[in-house]
T-cell receptor
Framework: QQQVKQSPQSLIVQKGGISIINCAYENTAFDYFPWYQQFPGKGPALLIAIRPDVSEKKEGRFTISFNKSAKQFSLHIMDSQPGDSATYFCAASLSYNTDKLIFGTGTRLQVFP | EAQVTQNPRYLITVTGKKLTVTCSQNMNHEYMSWYRQDPGLGLRQIYYSMNVEVTDKGDVPEGYKVSRKEKRNFPLILESPSPNQTSLYFC????????????FGDGTRLSIL
């Protein structure tokens, strides 16, 4: 019940295209859903986060879509750029205890010119 | 510059030889955590600490110890390392305010032979 399932494992997108990464969770008590971006040799860094009281959150080219009834959320990267090439992790936690982050298994995104 | 610093960045050692990975943050954060990252498994929490002298187990604590004697430092101790502890380790910290993101260090790659 604590799992967060992430897909796909890897993704290749042409420059300018849309990258979509999906996550599904089981614990209905989770109420904080961040996405982290990780470049090679670096630690993960928070990209964008959402709480389940909204269905969508957009920051620049990055959008989280949230479907509470389906227990799914996804990251959309519009106009993907080579600089977006990184590993992306979704995560979930209880908002009062965001130290107990449960991470997905990660998606390696490659954006080709 | 606000940062989480881990040392060493790389270590190759042998089974049974005690080692310590240090973690220090300069943001006066109360919360600190340790994660391990393995291919196909994402990041899994080892231990976390809510403040000085307060620590708790994460999802994969077996074989690890931690201590929090000072607010800025949170070392990870492997008393008797084994090959299954070969992994990429990350330390993270965050402030106490609800939904504050975790700030990660750049990682320590441990190889236990």
């Amino acid at each position: 019940q604590q799992q967060v399932k992430q897909s796909p494992q890897s993704l290749i997108v042409q420059k300018g295209g849309i990258s979509i990464i999906n996550c599904a969770y089981e614990n209905t008590a989770f109420d904080y859903f961040p996405w982290y971006q990780q470049f090679p040799g670096k630690g993960p860094a928070l990209l964008i986060a959402i709480r389940p009281d909204v269905s969508e959150k957009k920051e620049g080219r990055f959008t989280i879509s949230f479907n509470k009834s389906a227990k799914q959320f996804s990251l959309h990267i519009m106009d993907s750029q080579p600089g977006d090439s990184a590993t992306y992790f979704c995560a979930a936690s209880l908002s009062y205890n965001t130290d107990k982050l449960i991470f997905g298994t990660g998606t390696r995104l490659q954006v080709f010119p | 510059e606000a940062q989480v610093t881990q040392n060493p960045r790389y270590l190759i050692t042998v089974t049974g030889k005690k080692l310590t990975v240090t973690c220090s943050q300069n943001m006066n954060h109360e919360y600190m955590s340790w994660y391990r990252q393995d291919p196909g498994l994402g990041l899994r929490q080892i231990y976390y600490s809510m403040n000085v002298e307060v620590t708790d187990k994460g999802d994969v604590p077996e074989g690890y110890k931690v201590s929090r004697k000072e607010k800025r430092n949170f070392p990870l101790i492997l008393e008797s390392p084994s090959p299954n502890q070969t992994s990429l380790y990350f330390c993270a910290s965050r402030a106490t305010t609800v939904n504050q993101p975790q700030h990660f260090g750049d990682g320590t790659r441990l190889s236990i032979l």
